[in-house]
């Protein structure tokens, strides 16, 4: 099973079991706002799930949407990093936590190390983000990242009754390299 370590987090490969508590991770209002109903159904995340492990089994390996999991083995969200374009070295990336654990960096911790993965191991060129341009959250996220604002697509998908611009972030290898070079 395909597993990073960070200093206080576990990110390894879904397994079929994993599928309740990662459900039980997208139930709260705060957590779905920025979601249309229809993608907070158990039968959504159920296809989501099932993409996820199909992505496990994969050869080569396009995608590693991990499971990150605390040391005692509490599943408390998902970050991955997906191989949209090889030939040009581009990867989408994307991080959810359960409200419960919110506040304390293991967003930014798992991310951190999903990175270097993908910029080291999988020789990626460009991580790209995109979320809603009023998901604070997960905007700061990608700012804790290094990520830069490459530009907000405006009134891309209409929900809970209102038009949602969305936000798109990217970092390059070399920023990302130069980034973990100072934290060193
Ligand atoms: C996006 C999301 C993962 C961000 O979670 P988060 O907990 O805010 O992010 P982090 O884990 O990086 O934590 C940062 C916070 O922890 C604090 N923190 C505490 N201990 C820390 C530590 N050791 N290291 C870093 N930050 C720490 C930071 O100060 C910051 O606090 P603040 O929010 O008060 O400024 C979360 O909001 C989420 O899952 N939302 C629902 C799904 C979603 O919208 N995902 C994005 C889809 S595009």
């Known amino acids: ?17 994993d599928f309740e508590a990662f459900f039980a991770t997208t ?20 296809k989501i799930f ?7 089994a994969e050869t080569p390996r396009a995608s590693y949407q991990l499971a990150i999991c605390l040391p005692d083995g509490t599943l408390i969200g998902t970050g991955g990093v ?12 994307g991080c ?3 409200r419960p654990f919110w506040g304390h960096g293991y967003a930014t911790e798992a991310c951190r190390t999903l990175f270097d993965f993908a910029f080291e191991q999988l020789n990626i060129h460009r991580i ?3 979320t809603k341009a009023k998901n604070t959250r997960a905007r700061a996220l990608a700012e804790h990242l290094g990520m830069q604002l490459d530009g907000i697509l405006r ?6 009754g209102e038009w949602w611009d969305t936000a798109i972030y990217s970092i390059l290898k070399n920023e990302w ?3 973990t070079d100072k934290r060193r």
Do not use: C, V
């Open 27 to 46: 139930n709260d209002p705060e957590y779905q706002q920025f979601y249309a109903e229809e993608e907070m159904t158990r039968p959504f995340w159920q």
């Open 82 to 93: 997906r191989l949209e374009d090889a030939a040009n070295q581009q990867a989408s990336f």
């Open 128 to 130: 790209y983000a995109d």
């Open 1 to 17: 099973m395909f597993t990073l370590q960070t200093e206080r987090l576990i990110l390894r490969d879904f397994q079929p079991g």
């Open 155 to 160: 009134q891309t998908q209409f929900f809970r």
């Open 177 to 179: 390299k130069s980034a």
């Open 96 to 98: 959810a936590i359960g």
């Open 50 to 56: 099932t993409h996820i492990l199909e992505g496990t």
